[in-house]
């Protein structure tokens, strides 16, 4: 396993959960409060070296809109990294919208899980490496996760691992794991679930929910199949920042921590 993982570039995303124009956070998802300005975060996290970023609306769903074409477009005139943006996204043309505001990639979740043929449309439109699955996963029992919507509000009924399956026949090109139960807690990630998924789908997983110390990052890629992590408590808290999580990975893994990106097309 090591050496599969040292071939790999490992990619960084800073996550900001955003709501009411502000970046907040929580904890299961639930109790959230105020950490920062989007903007501003988005910057910061840029210039510390940053590879990716994810905007994610975090009331979207629930209230059937996303509001975060405002803040993408002034993001994509400061930060020349790829933007992934989730939260609300119910159709071809919120997602041509977002699109045309700045980002690269889109996550979905809500959306797929009621209708799943749209992830197969929005593949076919814009092409799959537009398309990214999110999955919020909750344990129900040994080995086995439950897919929840509504930003972990509502439950499904759906099993994770072959939601996460079927999201890669339907076309996702990469897939978004965050696991309810260790989000927010900077404990760890749930290991067990992310590896489950990484091993049977074929395209890149991005572990999301629990990272507390760069630790728990190399925990995961020792175990792990992964091509990203998605941090959020452990940057907006000062916990650590961005190089050294990278230099604390690559004392683990040389050359496993991606320094540059070449950016793909999207057709829209």
């Known amino acids: 396993m090591a050496l599969k993982i040292m071939k790999k570039q490992i990619r960084i995303i800073p996550r900001l959960d955003v709501k009411n124009n502000t970046v907040i956070k929580g904890i299961h998802l639930e109790g959230l409060r105020v950490v920062g300005v989007p903007s ?42 790829p933007l992934t ?10 997602i041509k919208n977002i699109l045309r505001a700045g980002a690269d990639k ?5 959306a797929a899980i009621k209708r799943p043929e749209f992830i197969k449309e929005a593949s076919q439109r814009f092409g799959s490496q537009c398309i990214v699955g999110s999955i919020e996963a909750k344990k129900m029992g040994e080995s086995k996760w439950e897919a929840y919507v509504d930003t972990g509000r509502q439950s499904t009924g759906v099993d994770a691992l072959e939601w996460a399956q079927r999201l890669v026949d339907l076309g996702a090109g990469e897939l978004l794991i965050t696991s309810i139960d260790c989000e927010g807690t900077k ?3 749930d290991i067990e679930l992310i590896k489950k998924i990484g091993d049977c789908v074929p395209i890149p997983v991005i ?3 629990g990272i507390g110390t760069s630790q728990h990052i190399v ?50």
Do not use: W
Not at 85 to 94: A, M
Not at 106 to 110: D, H, S
């Open 219 to 268: 925990d995961l890629l020792k175990a792990a199949d992964v091509s990203a992590v998605a941090c959020a408590s452990i940057l907006h808290y000062g916990i650590a920042a961005i190089p050294s999580l990278k230099k604390d990975i690559a004392q683990t893994y040389k050359g496993a921590v991606r320094t540059s990106y070449e950016k793909e097309h999207c057709y829209y």
């Open 40 to 81: 501003d975060l988005a910057k910061k996290y840029y210039l510390a070296g940053a590879d990716e970023l994810l905007y994610m609306d975090a009331v979207a769903s629930l209230y059937e809109r996303n509001s975060l074409q405002d803040i993408i477009r002034r993001t994509a005139e400061e930060v020349f990294i």
């Open 207 to 209: 572990a999301c929910g």
């Open 187 to 189: 404990k760890g990630l």
């Open 85 to 94: 943006v989730g939260g609300g996204i119910r159709t071809l043309e919120d």
């Open 106 to 110: 889109v996550a979905i979740n809500t």
